[in-house]
């Protein structure tokens, strides 16, 4: 048999649109023909399940190969294959038509990398490497002959008989010039690293040496040799597809460490596991957050049924969520849209808003469960904690019970027990109840004794995020304000009936101030005398509170 033939498709020549459009991304081929071999895996398992298909499985294996002579690069699988019929169906009408649904849904988009994940494109993406693209299949199905198609990526086709023996697909690519860099080993296996490493069918590209015990010599030490084993590149069944009761700390561990080889150990860890209304597994890490957090941002890998997609995870996981580590997978966000679209998707909406309660759900059962070790970890989740009670109103309204408050001897207080600390220490309960807070614990040290000898708390608000989280505080606890120590006198700041008493008469106090107010020269600052004894700071210059707020915004730039 032998036919040639026409794919009928709307716009007639959609290739040179994709290739521009996924420029950047010609990788990605490899994803596609994978995923599709493994597709054609899992299927033929199913049917085996559902009692459709009684020949032997076999070895279901996904072999990827290159040959940098003919120029070629094969993916074969030992799925269900496909009759004649179904190519014409599955990749002329189906792939083809995928494709140019695809080109008209975006070729008005300004960037093409605006579309994030490029997914959608399926078996057609093996033009963009290949000048002439080679299927040699063979049905399961009883009776089934094999069938060739090939095709240059035009609408013109070829069908024959093909050459298949066993059951399955090879596709084998003609690699075009443009393209020659995939005809490399470490390329290729760089490529399946970052995209197969978790597929559920083994995939083999090529083998390795690995060393075998090989008996003993003569005195009695073993003996190694080197053999060549197959390559298999991924591992099929990694924790996230597991549920949580078969798996232990060390599981978790080690599949942090080889994410992230190079990081820390986390923190701890939420596994993720939702079907419905959507469909998402995954395991999301806290890790150790250092000052570089920039750098630490973006390290959620998103998969797509154990495809990897992306770790832009931009718009998918909130803001305040990006430093967490881990691997997000679900087959319900879609992957061949535009970022802005992504924003108002339901189900991505829903995702976040799922992800945010997880989250919450584990700080409060982490601080419940013991309170002693939550406080030890504040200091690594303190900063990210407090930067999604600032920006989300779903979490702070969970987090406000699992929120620190640290002061300067080190006591960690919720917002609501310090409250209730500082109004006992407070004489004008009636009205506004104000925290004292330090920024710089040495700069500020003789404020913050001053104030802890006459019984007055300070809490540490030194992290970058401690001025936005103050401004959340007062807005969020009633008739609260906080005063950096050094903004006034304690007593001006807080009205207490302490039983001190200034040993300088008035006069003598009006003297000295007006000495110091002519020494600082400026308006900003102003200077109090309280004349106690000499240790007990006699003299002090503040800032007003709000002065030096307005001061720092201005500095910023307004705020985050
Ligand atoms: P999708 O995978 O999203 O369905 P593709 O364009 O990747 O879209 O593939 C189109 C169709 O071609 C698949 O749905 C499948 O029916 C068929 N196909 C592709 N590759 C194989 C394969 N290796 N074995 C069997 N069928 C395949
Ligand atoms: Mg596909």
Redo the contacts with the bound molecule.
Sequence with gaps: MQEKGTISIHTENIFPIIKKFLYSDHEIFLR?LVS??V??SQKIKRLAQLGQYSGELGDLTVEVSFDQDKKTITIS?S????TAEEIKK??NQ??FS?ATEFVEKFKDAKDANEIIGKFGL???SAFMVAKQVEIN?LSYQEGATSARWTCDGSTEFEISEGDRKTRG?D?ILHINEDSEEFLDKWKLQGILDKYAKFLPIPIKFGTKSQSVEDGVDDKGEKKWKSVEVDNIINTTTPIWTKSPNDLKDEDYLAFYKELYPMSEDPLFWIHLNVDYPFNLTGVLYFPKVKNDFEFQKNKIKLFSRQVFITDEVKDIVPEFLMLLHGVIDSPDIPLNVSRSFLQSDGNVKKINNYITKKVADKLAELFKKDRKVYEEKWNDIGLFVKYGMISEEKFAEKGKDFTLLKNTNGEFFTPAEYKEKVKALQTNKEEQVVYLYATDVAKQDAFIQSANKKDYDVLVMDSPIDSHYIQHLEMKEEKTTLKRVDSDVVEKLIVKDDGYANLLTEEQSTQVKEIFEKAIGSQTYSVAVEGLSPEEMPVTVTMDEFMRRMKEMAQMGGGM
């Design positions: 596609e599709n071999a597709d054609a699988d799925g269900l294959g496909m599955y990749i189906i792939a995928g399926g078996f057609y299949t697909t596709i």
